[in-house]
C-alpha cells in the first residue's frame, strides 16, 4: 500500500494551460506539503497544510494554489503554466506540525512545459 | 542562502568501501535529518539526530552532529550497489520548516 501517493507521474503540458497534481496519504498524517525540486536537485518548500488549514505558504506565484478538502488530501492547481515551471513536484506528509517531524514523501509528479 | 551546503556534490566508490557524506548549515536547528533519493523516486527518510545529540546509529549508517562547527556527517560502512542514490540532508528551524540542502549523488560501483 502507498502511503504517499500523487498523481499523475509525469505531465507534459503547453505554455498557458492549467493543470492539477493531487496528492492523498493514507498515514493518519496532520500536515502535508508540496515541495518543488528543480533541475540541479535543489529541494524548496511551497506549502505546508495543517489539517486542512494553510500553514506555509512560501513566496510562490500565486498561479499556484493550494487546495485541501480533507486532510488526507492536498492537491496542487497550476494556472497558465510557464517554461519555468518544469520541475518535480513532490507531495509530503508528516505526523506534526512544525518542529521537523520526519516526512514521508511521494514519488513525485514531474512536469515538463513546452 | 537558507539552504546547507553538502559536500562533496558527487561520490564515486567501490562496493565495500565507505561513503562519507557532510552537511553544513548556518543557524541554529532543532534537528538534522537525512534522506534518501533514489531515481526516479520520492525522498526516504534515513535518520533524524536531535540538536543536543552528538552520534546516532541505524544499521550501516552513522551520523555525526557538530553545533559548534554546524555541521553533520553520514557515514555509510560497507556500501552496496544498492546504496547508489542521492543523499540529502535537512535542518529543522524553529519554524518548523525542514530545509534541504543540495544533495550529494552516490555511485557505488559493483
Known amino acids: 500500500d502507498t502511503a504517499v501517493s500523487q498523481t499523475p507521474k509525469y505531465l507534459v503540458t503547453q505554455m498557458g494551460n492549467d493543470k492539477s497534481i493531487k496528492c492523498e496519504q493514507n498515514?493518519?498524517?496532520?500536515?502535508m506539503y508540496w515541495y518543488k525540486q528543480d533541475s540541479k536537485k535543489f529541494l524548496k518548500i511551497m506549502f505546508s497544510?495543517?489539517?486542512?488549514?494553510?500553514?506555509i505558504n512560501e513566496t510562490v506565484p500565486n498561479r499556484f494554489s493550494p487546495k485541501s478538502p480533507d486532510k488526507a488530501h492536498l492537491n496542487l492547481h497550476i494556472n497558465s503554466l510557464e517554461l519555468g515551471d518544469s520541475a518535480v513536484y513532490f507531495c509530503?506528509?508528516?505526523?506534526?506540525?512544525?518542529?521537523?517531524?520526519?516526512?514521508?514523501f511521494g514519488n513525485g509528479t514531474r512536469l515538463t512545459v513546452t | 542562502s537558507q539552504q546547507g551546503e553538502e559536500d562533496p556534490q558527487a561520490l564515486s566508490i567501490q562496493e565495500g568501501e565507505n561513503a562519507t557524506m557532510n552537511c553544513s548549515y548556518k543557524?541554529?536547528?532543532?534537528?538534522l535529518q537525512w534522506y534518501r533519493q533514489n531515481s526516479g523516486r520520492g525522498l526516504v527518510h534515513l535518520i533524524l539526530?536531535?540538536?543536543?545529540?552528538r552520534e546516532k546509529h541505524s544499521g550501516r549508517l552513522r551520523v555525526t552532529l557538530d553545533t559548534s562547527k554546524k555541521s553533520s556527517s553520514l557515514l555509510i560502512t560497507a556500501s552496496r550497489a544498492a546504496d547508489t542514490a542521492s543523499y540529502f540532508c535537512?535542518?529543522?528551524?524553529?519554524?518548523?520548516?525542514?530545509?534541504f540542502g543540495q544533495g550529494t549523488t552516490l555511485q557505488v560501483k559493483p
Open positions: 543557524t541554529s536547528i532543532n534537528n
Open positions: 509530503a506528509s508528516s505526523p506534526a506540525e512544525g518542529f521537523g517531524s520526519p516526512l514521508h
Open positions: 497544510y495543517n489539517n486542512k488549514e494553510l500553514i
Open positions: 539526530i536531535r540538536s543536543n545529540e
Open positions: 498515514l493518519g498524517h496532520d500536515t
Open positions: 535537512a535542518r529543522s528551524s524553529n519554524t518548523g520548516k525542514l530545509i
